[in-house]
């Protein structure tokens, strides 16, 4: 994929990536041919597609807004993302991101997400894995979701989880990457997309896109100028998970050999 940066400063570098769609666990490590010579193994829980004439699946979760669900939901009507949005989910109940679901007539539902304040209790995975497997989601797209991920709900989707992080990582992880950035005295910034694992914002790197960091930014002129980056990036990173472009060797994540 090519990607048109005519008039814009910023510069993808993409290392597009990951498995195939339609995963059937399979529960042991599951042989990958990617040519007649490299045989690939991948520990289970992943691999062989399965109903791959079916659309590939996405459950999205966000607690804002929701413009990287928007972007990603624009991409796929434009015939950009070979995907449906099967389910949107969210903590917040008064959040963006349903209301924009539900403008576009797609399924959206709140979920309670417990006592706690950056966490989902285990009444709330249980809901949210639930719903998710309901849906026969192939893939769960975070798009500004505040809660952080534990285990049931990492073994439920496991490397089936993917994130976007206003940063590029492993620089700056955790709140207010922009910002981090910014006050560090970085000259370039950007973000990235990244599978999700038990650390914070440490999973393999699927994406990245640089932003410069100008002399006259303030954390809110540079925060806008890494969500355009990240409305091009996501999408494109979606996209090629849903059409099996890519693979993971070890921490790396690259595209599969034709």
Known sequence: MSPDLSGDQSQHVVAFPIFHPRWLRLGRAVPFVVSPSILLFFPGPFCYPDRVNNAFRLGV????????????????????????????????????????ARERKL????????????????????????ALQSAQVDLVVLAGFMRVLKGDFLRAFEGRIINIHPSLLPSFPGLDAWKQALDHGVKVTGCTVHFV???VD???????????????????????????????LYPECVAAIARGEISVQGRRVVRKMS
């Open 61 to 100: 979760l966000g607690s804002g807004k929701g413009s990287n669900f928007a972007a990603i939901a624009d991409a796929i009507a434009a015939g950009k993302v070979p995907a449906q949005i099967a389910i949107v989910l969210s903590d917040m109940e008064t959040a963006g991101i349903l209301a924009g």
């Open 107 to 130: 399924a959206a539902q709140f979920v309670p997400p417990g006592k706690f304040r950056t966490k989902l209790d285990e009444d709330a995975e249980r809901a949210f894995v639930s």
């Open 197 to 199: 694992d038990a650390g």
């Open 202 to 232: 440490a999973g393999p790197i699927i994406g990245q896109q640089t932003v410069p960091v100008l002399d006259n930014d303030t954390p809110e002129t540079l925060h806008q100028r890494i969500h355009a980056a990240e409305h091009r």
